[in-house]
């Protein structure tokens, strides 16, 4: 059941407004007032969308027992969507037009003929979908977490994103702005005083022929950029310092850059690398593309805190977390399995945060200028 099992994909929003201690009836009793089935209308594109309970992609009782975990409400977004088979639309157009053509003295159809084929081919399909046989249907894991006051969603898809905006709006009068580089590179800089920083802030060169615009963040408001120095500063850390990074709690994370990595031109200009290998760090061709101005846009890691070893992609910009494998949960019961699945989840992000934060030290907290000379120097070796 979504986050509950297998690895764990990960898109994080911050919920707008006071949020609530803990979840009861009366949230499960708003996701069932709009769960999936009871819009009067479906959308444009003949698509509907709504909640799931997450027990399968047709379940759609929500129940305390089920939904709320650990300080946690767990259910699933789902959109419907008409999917007409290509194949068999064409089929019933060449039906319809052997018909209207059949008469024509030239045997060919007209192009009157051919649009009025694929109207009534289309009109057929359609009536033939009404059972719901041309169905697509879509479920995608949702965890609305209390402690953090963040919904954390099992997609990447920005369409299934644009829809979960609206009907989270809908359903719970709630606002919803995405965790990426920037946005939390604003709060950090705020626990710590320092929010002029980031708001000042301007992409780092490098190297001499790296570009200062960066192609995908062109809002000039955004702070997104931060992510991609954040990764490139972290191989710089890893490679030239420690594996090993003291945090702010007092904890320490072991780190390794692993599995794969994709590397950017800024300008957009030179494309793009996606390296797959154990150490992709490396090898001399990452360090070619970053010494030519590339940055890291996507990188794996392994890390460690606690004793708790976690695998991951992190995308840069965004902080999306994809396919990460959890420690295996322990416990006699079911129950509390999913109670330690949670924990694990809260673990991992509040590691990834703290990790940013100790970033974030050096970025915005006026020693930056002493780091970037370092990780120059580091670059021409």
């Known amino acids: 059941m979504g986050f509950l099992s297998g690895r764990v994909t990960c898109t994080r929003y911050k919920v707008g407004g006071k949020g609530p201690r803990s979840f009861d009836q009366d949230h499960l009793e708003q996701l069932a007032s709009h769960a999936i089935g009871k819009q009067k209308l479906a959308a444009a594109d003949g698509s509907q969308t709504g909640w799931g309970a997450g027990d399968h992609i047709l379940d759609t009782r929500f129940e305390l027992a089920k939904n709320i975990i650990n300080d946690g409400c767990h259910f699933a977004l789902r959109v419907d969507q008409l999917a007409i088979p290509p194949d068999l639309l064409r089929a019933y157009t060449l039906i319809e037009l052997e018909g209207l053509a059949a008469a024509n003295p030239s045997g060919l159809p007209s192009q009157r003929q051919k649009r009025e084929a694929r109207m009534s081919a289309r009109e057929r399909l359609e009536n033939e979908a009404r059972d719901g046989r041309y169905l697509k249907r879509k479920a995608f894991p949702i965890l609305w977490d209390a402690p953090s006051g963040e919904l954390l969603v099992g997609t990447t898809s920005p369409t299934a994103i644009d829809r979960l905006y609206t009907l989270f709006q809908q359903t719970f009068r709630r606002n919803l702005e995405a965790v990426s580089a920037g946005r939390l590179a604003f709060r950090l800089a705020e626990l710590h005083g320092h929010p002029r920083n980031v708001d000042d802030a301007s992409p780092t060169v490098f190297v001499?022929?790296?570009?200062?615009?960066?192609?995908?963040?062109?809002?000039?408001?955004?702070?997104?950029?931060?992510?991609?120095?954040?990764?490139?500063?972290?191989?710089?850390?890893?490679?030239?310092?420690?594996?090993?990074?003291?945090?702010?709690?007092?904890?320490?994370?072991?780190?390794?850059?692993?599995?794969?990595?994709?590397?950017?031109?800024?300008?957009?200009?030179?494309?793009?690398?996606?390296?797959?290998?154990?150490?992709?760090?490396?090898?001399?061709?990452?360090?070619?593309?970053?010494?030519?101005?590339?940055?890291?846009?996507?990188?794996?890691?392994?890390?460690?805190?606690?004793?708790?070893?976690?695998?991951?992609?992190?995308?840069?910009?965004?902080?999306?977390?994809?396919?990460?494998?959890?420690?295996?949960?322990?416990?006699?019961?079911?129950?509390?399995?999913?109670?330690?699945?949670?924990?694990?989840?809260?673990?991992?992000?509040?590691?990834?945060?703290l990790i940013y934060a100790a970033f974030g030290q050096r970025r915005w907290g006026g020693e930056w200028n002493k780091e970037t000379a370092k990780i120059k120097k580091w670059l021409q070796s």
């Open 208 to 353: 001499a022929s790296q570009s200062k615009s960066i192609a995908w963040t062109p809002d000039e408001a955004d702070r997104d950029f931060l992510g991609n120095e954040f990764l490139l500063w972290l191989w710089y850390f890893l490679e030239s310092e420690s594996d090993t990074l003291k945090l702010a709690d007092g904890s320490e994370a072991t780190l390794m850059l692993a599995r794969t990595l994709t590397l950017e031109c800024p300008r957009g200009q030179t494309g793009k690398e996606q390296i797959s290998s154990e150490g992709p760090t490396k090898l001399p061709e990452a360090k070619r593309a970053i010494q030519a101005g590339k940055l890291p846009r996507k990188v794996g890691l392994t890390l460690v805190r606690h004793d708790a070893q976690y695998e991951l992609t992190l995308q840069a910009e965004s902080l999306v977390v994809t396919g990460a494998r959890l420690p295996v949960a322990e416990g006699e019961e079911e129950r509390a399995r999913q109670d330690e699945r949670i924990n694990q989840i809260r673990h991992l992000l509040e590691t990834l945060d």
